[in-house]
């Protein structure tokens, strides 16, 4: 007795079925790549623009948070805080400043090392930024460094918090986060 030959549709699931690839390796998502290049972020409303890596995500937050800027294990958190008591402008009003949120700092990470510190004198844009090694509030195992700069002006502190793992952290910082710091512009408001 002769069989009957397998219809083509089963012949073609069987053979396709063993194509595949069980080594293809699983993607590191925590990878820093470089950036490609830069865009303006505006956020009129708030009255913010800086330049963000084209290849980085940008989520837009809720206030006071508003936004971050990410990829991988390194983020930027934009956060504007309306004030209503005077904001600093002279060297020593910033100096005042500097050494409060070192301060606060180290009061709410006792891990933190501070690294640097410095003022941000430059038209249109008063800021005390800090550099400094901590450990993420939310999980105590994970070590990270940062770069905070924290802007006054137009009845706000505007806050750039960039983290990323020690190992990234530099190269990092010198590809993305400074120039992100560097790029920060205050405007009033468009929506107030």
Known sequence: MRRAPLPLVVVL???????????TPVTNLGVIPAPKAFRDAIFA????????????????GQAPQVATVAI??????IWRYPRSEPLPET???????????????ESRDPTFKLTST??????????????????NLTNA??????????????????VMDAFAPP??????????FAPMARSLQLRAPSGR
Not at 45 to 60: L, M, S, V, Y
Not at 118 to 135: D, F, H, M, Q, S
Not at 141 to 158: D, K, N, T
Not at 167 to 176: L, P
């Open 13 to 23: 699931v069987v053979l396709l079925a063993g194509c595949g690839n069980d080594r």
């Open 45 to 60: 409303d708030e009255g913010i623009r800086f330049r963000a890596p084209t290849n980085w995500r940008i989520i837009p």
């Open 72 to 77: 991988g294990n390194a983020q930027v958190g």
């Open 91 to 105: 060297r020593s009003q910033l100096d005042a400043a500097r050494q409060a949120l070192v301060a606060q700092i």
């Open 118 to 135: 410095r003022l941000v004198i430059k038209p249109g844009l008063r800021a005390v930024e800090v550099v400094g090694t901590g450990t």
């Open 141 to 158: 195992s994970v070590q990270r460094e940062m770069r905070s700069l924290h802007a006054y002006g137009h009845g706000a502190e505007v």
């Open 167 to 176: 190992r990234d952290f530099a190269r990092v910082d010198e590809q993305s």
